[in-house]
């Protein structure tokens, strides 16, 4: 299995809602990311998960809030978005080879395409 | 921080023709990936290149990166269609704090004309 499962495809959300987006990987690996991506950019950097811990925070603010239950999932939690966090939402996944040689092959889900009104 | 530079942004070029994108990183690089995505889909990884003046090629594909580990580049051979797409560079810092983290360049979209 070398997929990543991202649930829902598409979400529709007010700015008052709560919602949650779901990650799954069964590859084993051990850091897990949200990457957010706008139309014609390249994916941004929000959260890494190392070892079921959050490692880096790129500054994302407090109205994303990610959650790493076990190895094998990742959530990130929404509340009070703007129109402007309008985006497709990626998950990754990479293996455990980590440390001073950087990164490996990550794995990314279809993503979320989030829409807020 | 890191910052990684790629251009061009848009190539447009009729079937057959080579292609080439360029990667440029403000710091050296521990390695360096190559993703693409389709229209209306996520990266997928490519390759990566890990040691300083590597050459790898996939088919038509030729991947290289600098001797100072700052630069790569991709080069397409005889474009076909299905290879339309936004490619992108994504390097990863050499130790330091940037552990786990990868910076994508900012992408080249590749239309090709049939």
């Known amino acids: 299995d070398t997929e990543v499962t991202q649930t829902p495809k598409h979400l529709v959300m007010g700015m008052t809602n709560k919602k949650s987006l779901k990650c799954e990987q069964h590859?084993?690996?051990?850091?897990m990311y949200w990457y957010k991506q706008k139309a014609k950019k390249p994916p941004e950097l929000m959260f890494v998960?190392?070892?079921?811990?959050?490692?880096i925070n790129e500054s994302v603010p407090s109205r994303f809030s990610p959650e790493c239950p076990n190895s094998s999932l990742l959530n990130l939690h929404l509340h009070a978005l703007q129109p402007e966090d309008s985006a497709l939402y990626l998950c990754?996944?990479?293996?455990?080879?980590?440390?001073?040689?950087?990164?490996?092959?990550?794995?990314f889900g279809q993503g979320t395409r989030l829409t807020v009104v | 921080g890191q910052q990684v530079m790629q251009i061009p942004q848009y190539q447009h070029v009729q079937e057959g023709e080579d292609f080439t994108t360029y990667c440029n990183s403000s710091?050296?690089?521990?390695?360096i990936q190559w993703y693409k995505q389709r229209p209306g889909g996520h990266p997928v990884f490519l390759i990566q290149?890990?040691?300083?003046?590597e050459v790898k090629k996939q088919k038509r594909l030729t991947f290289q990166f600098g001797e100072a580990k700052k630069n790569s580049s991709l080069h397409i051979t005889a474009t076909q269609t299905t290879d339309v797409g936004t490619y992108f560079c994504?390097?990863?810092?050499?130790?330091?704090?940037?552990?786990?983290?990868?910076?994508f360049g900012q992408g080249t979209i590749l239309t090709v004309h049939p």
């Open positions: 990754a996944s990479s293996g455990k080879e980590t440390g001073p040689m950087g990164v490996t092959e990550a794995f």
């Open positions: 590859m084993g690996h051990r850091a």
């Open positions: 998960y190392s070892y079921e811990k959050l490692s």
């Open positions: 710091t050296t690089l521990s390695n």
């Open positions: 290149l890990v040691k300083s003046g």
């Open positions: 994504a390097g990863s810092d050499a130790g330091g704090t940037s552990y786990g983290k990868l910076t």
